[in-house]
């Protein structure tokens, strides 16, 4: 039987998969196994937004009229490049570790890691987190076991511990609000990355371009799609916000579709003061 999250993400993939043909309410409603008053509440609850105002913004050209409209206008200003302080990324960080991969592994030795799968309005997720924060949010692509594989491949010297009581009300803020304090291991280019996707505003976009040049690389591009791809908090560190310079949405580790949802979503609750 689906929860309530799953029936919304169920509901997102149809209007994603049929937005051309722009499906009513109930048609949507019907998808979800819900009453329309009944899905119309609970999907502005776990989205943010209405289906229909949601709809609006699942066009397929809607990520070009983005980049036109909302490109980030932050990204553009004089950015001093490095981090903001010692063991400071960002406001919304608690902990940030610069390492070499072959490092993160010896330095994770001996650290607890908890973890759960929980359902979410864009689908499973893995949620771990240490004593100070989230330290990864997965999107669950294929099984939880292979999800749970490659959290360990990542934290090869942590001591990993299922626990789904323990990160439920992690999970439950990082949908809702997409704020929680993160504990984060990377390179200094990858830290530099991620703050300046923090930097891009919930509602707009930038491209791969843009944020090279933001943290003074600008001849970085490939890298930057590198360590963009290489985000370990879905969703927290809006990797989702970066498309192509041409307007098309480009790839996402977690999928196109997911992405197209994200966007639209923020994009319908953050209106351009310019009506679009």
């Known amino acids: ?35 329309e008053f009944h899905f119309q509440r609970v999907f502005r609850q776990g989205v943010g937004v209405s289906p229909k105002r ?22 553009d200003a004089a950015y001093e490049a490095g981090l903001s302080g010692p063991g400071r990324l960002h406001d919304l960080m608690v902990a940030v570790h610069a390492v070499t991969p072959g490092e993160m592994k010896r330095r994770c030795a001996g650290v607890v890691i908890r973890y759960g799968i929980h359902a979410g309005p864009f689908g499973r997720c893995l949620v771990a987190i240490t004593g100070r924060g989230i330290c990864a949010l997965a ?20 001591r990993l511990t299922a626990s789904d009581k323990e990160t439920r009300p992690w999970a439950r803020n990082a949908f809702r609000s997409h704020r929680a304090p993160l504990e984060l291991w990377g390179t200094n280019f990858q830290l530099k990355v991620w703050e300046a996707l923090l930097r891009i505003p919930a509602g707009s976009v930038a491209c791969y371009e ?31 916000r970066v498309i192509l310079k041409t307007g ?29």
């Not at 993939?13 to 051309?20: F, V």
């Not at 319908?268 to 009506?275: E, F, I, R, V």
């Open 1 to 35: 039987m689906l929860d309530t999250y799953g029936r919304i993400e169920k509901a997102i993939h149809y209007l994603d998969e049929h937005r051309a043909e722009q499906p009513r309410l109930g048609e949507a409603a019907r998808v979800a196994g819900l009453s």
């Open 54 to 75: 949601f709809l609006q913004f699942l066009t397929a050209d809607f990520a070009g009229e983005l980049l036109r409209e909302r490109r980030a206008s932050v990204l």
């Open 139 to 158: 999107f669950v692509q294929d099984s939880e076991r292979e999800a749970v594989a490659r959290l360990r491949e990542r934290f090869g010297g942590a």
């Open 210 to 240: 843009d944020v090279a040049s933001a943290i003074g690389a600008p001849r970085a591009t490939r890298a930057v799609a590198s360590a963009v791809a290489a985000n370990p908090v879905a969703m927290l560190i809006p990797c989702h």
């Open 248 to 276: 098309a949405f480009g790839g996402y580790r977690w999928g196109t579709a997911r992405k197209r949802a994200l966007l639209a979503r923020e994009a319908a609750a953050h209106p351009a003061d310019d009506g679009f």
